[in-house]
């Protein structure tokens, strides 16, 4: 069983998120959090296989939580799930090791069907390659369910 935390600062869609998430099979939502500080703490406290992070949030934002996380060497695959998909918070959000970065508005599905694939596959308790590389300014998915094919240590500049 893949376990989920969920951070956002919107309740209503914590809720979504939870209601849609936990019908997956293979899936289960182990917490929640509404700000960057209760995200650290509850990857700390419940050690999910998945960290799914908003990027803007109260007392700090998503990418603030990811790069503790990160320093911490908590190790849960962490997808950044935003609203906000520009370039600049796609990098910054890479570089401090997002494994995969979703836009809310137009990439729900690609979210559903990766954790089904991480599922089906097993590989939420290992290390998971980023889904971009970047090619000039620009990141461009190296497949298009946004897995890699190269690992993380290997992104070109």
């Not at 182990?30 to 700390?44: F, H, K, L, Y």
């Not at 849960?76 to 890479?94: A, D, G, L, S, V």
Request: proline share 5%; glycine share 6%.
């Amino acid at each position: 069983m893949m376990r989920i935390l969920i951070a956002d600062d919107s309740k209503i869609y914590r809720a979504y998120m939870i209601d849609l998430l936990s019908r997956v099979e293979g899936i289960e939502i182990v917490g929640q959090a509404e700000d960057s500080p209760s995200a650290v703490e509850a990857t700390e406290r419940l050690k999910p296989d998945v960290a799914i992070l908003d990027i803007r949030m109260p007392g700090g934002d998503g990418i603030l939580a990811l790069e503790t996380i990160k320093r911490n060497k908590l190790n849960p695959i962490t997808i950044m799930f935003t609203n906000y998909p520009y370039p600049q918070y796609r990098k910054k959000c890479m570089d401090a090791g997002a494994d995969y970065f979703f836009d809310k508005s137009t990439e729900f599905e690609k979210l559903v069907e990766t954790l089904r694939e991480l599922v089906q596959e097993g590989s939420y308790t290992k290390t998971v390659e980023t889904g971009f590389k970047i090619v000039g300014q620009k990141f461009v998915p190296t497949k298009q369910n946004g897995r890699a094919k190269q690992p993380r240590q290997t992104k070109q500049y």
